[in-house]
């Protein structure tokens, strides 16, 4: 290639020199492309956990935030507790539905000492 | 005006039949949470930053830093894309540039330390350091050309981007496009010229 005197000739083989650039452009290295697609992951991925989260602060949000949802863990932690230890000025609810069934059950049997003897 | 926007579907002559998504289409897939869509556009997108970025700077290395942190912002930026605001090749291409400019500036000067490395064979040293140096020839004269001229010429003629599309990631007129890439050329002739003897080229 001779690098020519005259402004067309000089033109025309920068031209030339152009082309053989645009030969090399489509030139990706499949490292790099690795590379970006582990960034693409890694956002899309981060993303899909953010949303995540702000689904679940707007649900809390629904029953009046953090202190909302802490009052209402509290307030059913102490329903258990007193259900399970109920203090002694209380009646009893477990006794109560017991003996109330209890009561009705027998009631309902309509046993009376006649009906045992003759079973005898 | 032809459109370079879609590379490399148009760019390589494939079949229209079935219309590809856009650029934007994909961007706004992945930020949906489709991860196929980040590949079709690393594919796409990833080749034009580099090819800038390696033009740009003359470094692989470089090269390969930039284009992944240009994308990177792709990424992070998906959900915020306004479709029909810009092209996203013309966004990607602006960041692009500028992370150049950015590194350039930073690591000035260091340009010309990218020489190919002649393959072995049965040529001379010589010959095979005059065959570098061709190959060379235009990646080291765009080095010695201002940035916006270097950004012009590379995008113009290597790129082959049209003026107008230019003028919209350098934020400058049509005009001033024009200007920038007939200064760039006349100034790439008169290096590469008066590297004639240096390169071994034959008077005549």
Not at chain 1, 73 to 86: E, L, R
Not at chain 1, 110 to 119: G, I, K, Q, T
């Amino acid at each position: 290639m001779n690098w020519g005197t005259n402004m067309a000739d000089q033109d025309k083989q920068l031209d030339q020199l152009f082309a053989q650039a645009r030969e090399a452009r489509d030139v990706f290295p499949d490292d790099l492309a690795v590379r970006i697609e582990i960034d693409a992951e890694a956002v899309r991925l981060a993303r899909s956990a953010r949303t995540s989260r702000r689904t679940w602060r707007q649900r809390i949000g629904v029953i009046g935030g953090w202190h909302g949802l802490g009052g209402l863990v509290a307030a059913s932690a102490a329903g258990v507790w007193i259900g399970f230890s109920a203090p002694t000025f209380l009646p009893d609810p477990v006794d109560y539905f017991v003996s109330q069934e209890a009561t009705y059950l027998m009631a309902d049997l309509n046993l009376d000492e006649n009906y045992l003897e003759d079973a005898e | 005006m032809e459109d370079l926007t879609s590379y490399p579907n148009t760019a390589h002559g494939k079949s229209h039949a079935v219309p590809e998504p856009s650029d934007e289409e994909l961007l706004g897939r992945f930020a949906d949470g489709d991860a196929a869509a980040a590949r079709l556009l690393t594919g796409r997108l990833g080749p034009r930053s580099y090819s800038v970025a390696l033009r740009m700077l003359g470094n692989q290395a470089e090269a390969e830093d930039v284009t992944q942190e240009a994308m990177m912002r792709l990424w992070k930026m998906a959900p915020d894309w306004v479709p029909g605001q810009a092209q996203l090749s013309t966004w990607l291409y602006r960041v692009t540039l500028n992370l150049c400019v950015d590194l350039r500036r930073k690591k000035r000067p260091d340009a010309l330390e990218n020489v190919a490395e002649p393959e072995d064979g049965a040529a001379s040293v010589v010959d095979r350091m005059q065959d570098a140096a061709r190959k060379d020839a235009l990646q080291a004269a765009l080095e010695q050309l201002p940035d916006r001229q270097r950004q012009a010429v590379v995008l113009r003629h290597i790129e082959e981007l049209s003026n107008p599309e230019i003028a919209g990631i350098m934020d400058i007129s049509v005009e001033a496009v024009e200007s920038l890439t007939a200064r760039g050329k006349r100034s790439l002739t008169a290096i590469l010229a008066g590297r004639r003897d240096e390169l071994g080229y034959e008077h005549g």
